[in-house]
């Protein structure tokens, strides 16, 4: 599949869309904290990022609820709370005054939660979330994650996302699969890059580190099987450059009114193990 355009303009004019095509907006972001690129805690710059994007689908990495934004109320309840969004929480650290990790806000009601460790030996903690939402007649899986730092780590993290893949590869029920996150992978030619785009389609992304100075495209998002449109930009907003280290990314696909079949996924998936 060719790479996929990049664009930092508006996503699709309204003679592009189709009005019997359905569209939906997804954004990834690492949040890192709500602390920014000036070391300030504000989550209100997050949040102003967030209700920028417009979007029906939010995966958000470095989610800190020990971190309250007032009394009693945590970084992901005000999320949910202010954007009227469906909110879970996918901890990869759990303590006793909170948790950390990886979140999902979506418009529509979020089943089948589920959650996969993918810590490697005595690195820092990684996993992976994942959910169902039904969205006009479909079923779509979406799994959000935070791979490591280190290559080989990768290498073990890539490995058991894939397996995951691939277990849920059989479900028939579900018709596309969206995978998202800060894959920290800075080159689009590495082994782990190459395995992804096997599976879930080899995609261009913008680049999002260091947010004021972005040189490194480590947050991406894939879409398998391959949808109609899928334009992908990051998210141009007053407060992106500081309210994170990382920029958002911000994609809309277009799904044709089929039925996706889960035969190509289950095999794509065995194909990119090798």
């Given at each position: 599949?060719?790479?996929?355009?990049?664009?930092?303009?508006?996503?699709?004019?309204?003679?592009?869309?189709?009005?019997?095509?359905?569209?939906?907006?997804?954004?990834?972001?690492?949040?890192?904290?709500c602390i920014g690129t000036d070391r300030r805690y504000e989550p209100a710059r997050v949040l102003e990022v967030i209700q920028a994007a417009d979007a029906d689908i939010v995966a958000l990495q470095e989610v800190d609820s020990s971190l309250e934004v007032f009394d009693g109320v945590d970084q992901l309840e005000y999320f949910a709370r202010e954007t009227g969004m469906h909110a879970v929480m996918g901890p990869t650290l759990r303590r006793h005054y909170g948790a950390y990790g990886?979140?999902?806000?979506?418009?529509?009601?979020?089943?089948?939660?589920?959650?996969?460790?993918?810590?490697?030996?005595?690195?820092?903690?990684?996993?992976?979330?994942?959910?169902?939402?039904?969205?006009?007649?479909?079923?779509?899986?979406?799994?959000?994650?935070?791979?490591?730092?280190?290559?080989?780590?990768?290498?073990?993290?890539?490995?058991?996302?894939?397996?995951?893949?691939?277990?849920?590869?059989?479900?028939?029920?579900?018709?596309?699969?969206?995978?998202?996150?800060?894959?920290?992978?800075?080159?689009?030619?590495?082994?782990?890059?190459?395995?992804?785009?096997?599976?879930?389609?080899?995609?261009?992304?913008?680049?999002?580190?260091?947010?004021?100075?972005?040189?490194?495209?480590?947050?991406?998002?894939?879409?398998?099987?391959?949808?109609?449109?899928?334009?992908?930009?990051?998210?141009?907003?007053?407060?992106?450059?500081?309210?994170?280290?990382?920029?958002?990314?911000?994609?809309?696909?277009?799904?044709?009114?089929?039925?996706?079949?889960?035969?190509?996924?289950?095999?794509?998936?065995?194909?990119?193990?090798?």
């Amino acid at each position: 599949m060719a790479p996929t355009e990049v664009s930092r303009s508006a996503m699709f004019s309204s003679a592009e869309r189709s009005v019997n095509t359905p569209r939906l907006r997804v954004l990834t972001y690492n949040i890192h904290s709500c602390i920014g690129t000036d070391r300030r805690y504000e989550p209100a710059r997050v949040l102003e990022v967030i209700q920028a994007a417009d979007a029906d689908i939010v995966a958000l990495q470095e989610v800190d609820s020990s971190l309250e934004v007032f009394d009693g109320v945590d970084q992901l309840e005000y999320f949910a709370r202010e954007t009227g969004m469906h909110a879970v929480m996918g901890p990869t650290l759990r303590r006793h005054y909170g948790a950390y990790g990886n979140a999902f806000l979506s418009r529509f009601p979020l089943s089948d939660v589920d959650e996969r460790d993918l810590t490697y030996r005595r690195f820092e903690p990684r996993g992976l979330i994942s959910a169902r939402i039904y969205w006009r007649g479909m079923w779509l899986r979406l799994v959000n994650t935070h791979l490591g730092l280190k290559a080989w780590e990768r290498r073990f993290q890539v490995d058991r996302v894939l397996e995951y893949l691939q277990e849920y590869g059989t479900d028939t029920s579900v018709q596309a699969t969206l995978a998202m996150g800060d894959f920290n992978e800075w080159f689009p030619w590495s082994r782990n890059t190459r395995r992804l785009a096997r599976h879930l389609g080899a995609v261009s992304m913008p680049k999002t580190f260091p947010s004021r100075w972005p040189r490194l495209s480590l947050d991406r998002i894939y879409i398998h099987p391959a949808p109609a449109h899928f334009m992908i930009r990051t998210l141009e907003h007053a407060s992106v450059r500081v309210a994170s280290d990382h920029l958002p990314v911000v994609a809309e696909v277009e799904l044709p009114n089929r039925l996706f079949t889960s035969a190509a996924f289950l095999e794509g998936a065995r194909g990119a193990k090798e």
